[in-house]
Structure formats: C-alpha cells, structure tokens
C-alpha cells in the first residue's frame, strides 16, 4: 500500500476529485496549507508600503491506493492539475505500513 | 346578505359616521380646551419647533454614537486579528470611561460658565440640571456633547494600536475626555452653552469640529505613537516599511461605511435645531466624502499602479473630516474641492509619516484627522460663503495652532508620565503572542487558526 500526497492549486480540487472517484478512489483528506517551491512570492502593496507573500494558498490531498494503482493515480492526478504554469504543485509517494477502518478494526487493504 | 342585514349595516354606518363627523367639527366637543388666541397658538407652534430641535439633537447624537461601531471596524480590520478583542475593549472603554468622566468633569470644563475663557467652572455631574420637569435641554445637549468627546478618545486607540498596555489606555481616556478635549472645546464651543471661549470671541469657524474633535485625538494620537515607537517588524534594521497587512478589510470598510453613515449625524447635528439648514450640512458632508475617496483612489493608482482599499476608505475618512469645519458655511462645490484636496493629502501625509517619519500609526490616524483636520479648518475659512479674509484666514491657523500646541503638548507630557510609571508598552513577547491572549486572556477568533 502507498500513500500519495498531492499539493496542487486550490481552484484545481474538483476537477483532481472527480478524476479520483472516477478511477475508483473514493477516500481521500483534504488540507488548506500554503507553500512554494522554486518560484518566488508575488508582491503585493499594503497602504504604500511593498510586501512579497512567500507563501501561496495551495490545497494537499492524502489518498491511500494499492501499489499497484499508483501509476494510474499519478497519472491522472497530473491531467487533471497541470495547468502549465509556476505553482501546479508536487505529488510524493510513500510506503504505508498499516490502515485500519476505524468502525469496524478491519485491516490492511480491506481497509483501503 | 339578505335585506334586514343590509339595512343594519348601512344604519350603524351611518350613525358612526354622523358621530365622528360630530366630534372633528366641533373643537368643544372634540377636546375640552377653550377657543385658541394668538399667543396660544404662538406657543404651541414654539414648542413643536423646541420638540423638533430635541428630536434632532439626539437622533444625530445616535448616529454619532454609532460612529464608535464605525471607528472600532476601522481598527480591527486595518489590524491583525490576534489584537482583535484588545481593539474592541479600548473602543468599548474609551467611550464607556470618556461618557462617565465627561459627565463627571469634562461638560463643565468645556460649556461650564468661565471667568477666563480658558476653561469652565460651573456644571460638574451635570449640576445645572433641575430634575424631570424643569428644561430638559441641558440634557440633550449634554448628550449631544458626550458622543463627540468619545469621538475625539476613540481616534487615538487607532494610533497606538497592537503594542499600548491596556491600563495605560484606561488612564488616558480619563484625561482626554475629562481634561485634554473639554479644555479646548472650551475654547471654541463654550459659548454654545453657558461659557465662552477665547478662540470663539475671534471669530474662529469650527462647525462640527474638524479642529475641536479631530484634530484634538490625532495629536494625542501623535503623541501616543511617537512615545510609543513602531510596532515590532514595522521597520527593518535598515529602516525601510514593512506592511503589516489589516486581517479583514471588509470589516475596516464596513467601519468607513458607518462612520459615514453617523457624519450624517455629527455634521448636520451640530445644529442643534430642525431648520432647513440641515440640508446644505448634509450635501457638503456627502460630496466632501465621496470626492476625497475618488481623489485619494486616484492617487494611490498612479503611486502604486493599482487602486489600493486603504488609501480610498482613508481618503473618504479625510474628505469627511475636512468638511467638518466648514460644512455649514461653503457651498456643495467647494465641499467637493475640500473633499478631493483632502483625498490627496490623506495619502501623502499617510506615506510621508509612514516612510519619512518612521512614525507607526496602523490605520492612519494622525494623517485622517490631524492632518485634514488642519486643511479642513484652514479650508472653512478659504471657503468661507461670505468671502474670505486676511483676518478669518489668520484666525483659522490661530485655532490650528491652538490646538496643536494643547492637545499635542498634554498628550505628550501624559504618556511620557504613564510611560515612566506604568510603562505604556507591551513587553516584545506580549506584542509577539498578541494583545488578546496576553492581555485579555483569550483570542478574538476562537474557531479559527490565526497563523501571523
């Protein structure tokens, strides 16, 4: 099992969860957070006085999938959040130890 | 309805009719007073207008009031929400302690009767008020009066926002509803009721007082931020303007909408009376608004490529202040030209104490109400409808100058003196953590994750 985390751009949510659902994953969790990678804050200007914002609204999502669905995942995560601009976002892969359903203690990929 | 129903109904009809017609046409049998004179007539008439003139007085004292609400939106949205509950308890206390202290001190200094014309000594805890059926104007003009002394302490909590000891803020409102602001009104206002002013006697023109009001909270609000330094991160090590962005701009432009709202009430109130001059007071106030928001716009277009909210809702504010002075004796066009003159000094004056001074005022006080408060004074005497002279001029910056000296001069000697005592300041790690937690134990937005 992995865990896919996806940071993307927040007007990009419904279409990244449709896309989700429609390959099958249904189970996801969403976090308001705000970042940057290698491109710069804008500047804004407040009562006259110039201020760059560094870290820009960005929306990260968790989604658990079997090894071998991560591909496909990944794939449409990319087409439905590239927009071609700085900012579209990252997607990490990472090894998932254990998932457990909390209403009924079931474990491992019935859990999913 | 058969006809035994009908005809009931058209008798008693009738006969309601015939009653009601008995009783109006018939003064005796309509009330039980004697035929009406002259002199009864002239009376009564007198005392619709003197009703008319209560009613007027405190209906616009209300919206004055309500200008409290308008001034505490202002702060809280020009700053940053861990400072919000510290913002509404010194807008609630200024005027909470400024009515009391007022009512106490502060009435009888500014309208009390005077020997000298510096400052009353008569009507202390409102004295001269003989009970329920004596005359009830000493009241409606007290009130009338209380709601701009809170209009004066509240301009000064903007100033010395997010780093002012809460205490030391309480002992203020003291002194400036009870001492700073009643001893100048004193000077111009006091022959409004039972003193006379020394400034007054000159001819000095200060209708709603963009001087005695305005100008009086920005230079102890001046005073207060100079005492006071800048807000931690205002500047960098090297000196330059950091903006410390307000966390809710539609608040602080509600604020401006309803202190707009109550300028409805503080100019044309200042009357005093329901005449028909009301209405020239009400136009200078709108337009003189509306002008210095477009004015102020338009320059913060040019200066920083794109039409920026702070600068337009200061530049209504200032339009509003300047008319202040003058709005009873310019006409609508000039209010217009004092508005947008105003518009434009608002952001200069904003940019050159901001970036030149180094002085941190978070909202911009000093420069909405002192700043414009002066060219509004100046401006009622250039304006002036009878025409101006070298003489109304002169006597303009004799008030302008007056009140810098007083308002500026005790408000510097108070802080510093609260300072050495209680310290007027926040400790670094108050104002970090923020007002609300280390002074008010709690935080304005409980649901909320406020990361700074």
């Known amino acids: 099992m992995k865990k896919i985390e996806i940071i993307i751009k927040p007007f990009k949510?419904?279409?990244?969860?449709?896309?989700?659902h429609q390959i099958g994953i249904t189970g996801m969790t969403l976090t308001e957070v705000k970042g940057h990678g290698r491109q710069k804050g804008h500047k804004e200007v407040y009562r006259g006085a110039e201020y760059v914002v560094d870290f820009l609204p960005k929306i990260k999502l968790e989604i658990i999938v079997d090894a071998q669905n991560v591909d496909r995942a990944v794939e449409t995560i990319l087409q439905k959040a590239r927009t071609g601009k700085i900012g579209d976002g990252k997607i990490f892969v990472l090894p998932v130890d254990e998932v457990v359903r909390v209403r009924t203690g079931e474990r491992g990929r019935e859990a999913i | 309805m058969d006809r035994p129903e009908s005809i009931k109904k058209i008798v008693s009809l009738s006969l309601l009719i015939a009653v009601f017609l008995v009783f109006s046409v018939n003064p005796v049998w309509a009330t039980n007073k004697p035929a009406p004179t002259p002199e009864a007539n002239k009376a009564a008439i007198d005392l619709v207008q003197t009703h008319a003139n209560y009613m007027w007085t405190l209906v616009a004292a209300a919206l004055?009031?309500?200008?409290?609400?308008?001034?505490?939106?202002?702060?809280?949205?020009?700053?940053r929400a861990k400072n919000a509950i510290n913002i509404m308890m010194k807008n609630m206390m200024d005027f909470s302690i400024g009515s009391l202290v007022f009512w106490a001190i502060g009435f009888g200094l500014m309208f009390g009767t005077t020997r000298n014309g510096f400052f009353g000594t008569s009507d202390f805890f409102l004295s001269g008020w003989d009970g329920p059926h004596g005359d009830?104007?000493?009241l409606a003009f007290w009130m009338f009066q209380v709601v701009f002394a809170g209009t004066a302490a509240t301009i000064v909590?903007?100033?010395m926002a997010e780093r002012t000891k809460f205490t030391a803020y309480l002992i203020y409102s003291v002194f400036i509803c009870g001492l700073i602001y009643p001893v100048f009104g004193s000077w111009a206002w006091g022959g409004l009721f039972n003193g006379g002013g020394w400034l007054e006697k000159l001819g000095f023109i200060d209708f709603a007082g963009s001087t005695v009001v305005h100008s009086v909270g920005a230079w102890c609000a001046l005073a207060g931020a100079i005492i006071l330094g800048p807000r931690t991160g205002k500047y960098s090590p090297k000196g330059e303007v950091?903006?410390?962005?307000?966390?809710?701009?539609?608040?602080?432009?509600?604020?401006?909408?309803?202190?707009?709202l109550g300028w409805f009430g503080f100019n044309p109130g200042s009357t005093t009376a329901a005449d028909c001059s009301i209405a020239m007071i009400f136009v200078n106030t709108n337009q003189a608004a509306a002008a210095g928001a477009l004015s102020a716009m338009i320059l913060s277009?040019?200066?920083?490529?794109?039409?920026e909210i702070?600068?337009?809702?200061?530049?209504?504010?200032?339009?509003?202040?300047a008319i202040t002075a003058g709005c009873a004796n310019v006409t609508p066009t000039s209010a217009i030209i004092i508005g947008l003159i105003a518009g434009l000094l608002v952001v200069l004056s904003v940019l050159f104490i901001d970036h030149k001074l180094k002085i941190d005022d978070p909202v911009g006080a000093v420069s909405v109400h002192g700043v414009c408060g002066a060219w509004g004074t100046l401006a009622a005497g250039l304006f002036n409808i009878g025409g101006t002279t070298s003489k109304i001029v002169l006597t303009q910056l004799?008030?302008?100058?007056?009140c810098f000296a007083w308002a500026f001069g005790t408000a510097l000697i108070l802080f510093k003196i609260t300072d050495m005592i209680i310290g007027l300041r926040v400790s670094p790690e108050e104002e970090l953590e923020g007002l609300d937690l280390a002074e008010h134990g709690g935080h304005a937005y409980n649901d909320f994750q406020v990361i700074n």
């Open chain 1, 13 to 20: 949510l419904d279409e990244v969860k449709e896309g989700l």
């Open chain 2, 64 to 79: 004055v009031f309500f200008m409290q609400a308008g001034f505490a939106m202002v702060e809280a949205g020009f700053t």
């Open chain 2, 136 to 138: 009830q104007w000493i």
């Open chain 2, 157 to 159: 909590s903007g100033a």
């Open chain 2, 242 to 260: 950091r903006a410390i962005p307000g966390h809710n701009i539609p608040l602080a432009a509600l604020g401006v909408f309803i202190l707009w």
């Open chain 2, 301 to 307: 277009w040019i200066l920083f490529k794109k039409p």
């Open chain 2, 310 to 321: 702070g600068m337009t809702l200061n530049g209504a504010l200032a339009g509003l202040v």
């Open chain 2, 398 to 402: 004799i008030g302008i100058g007056a």
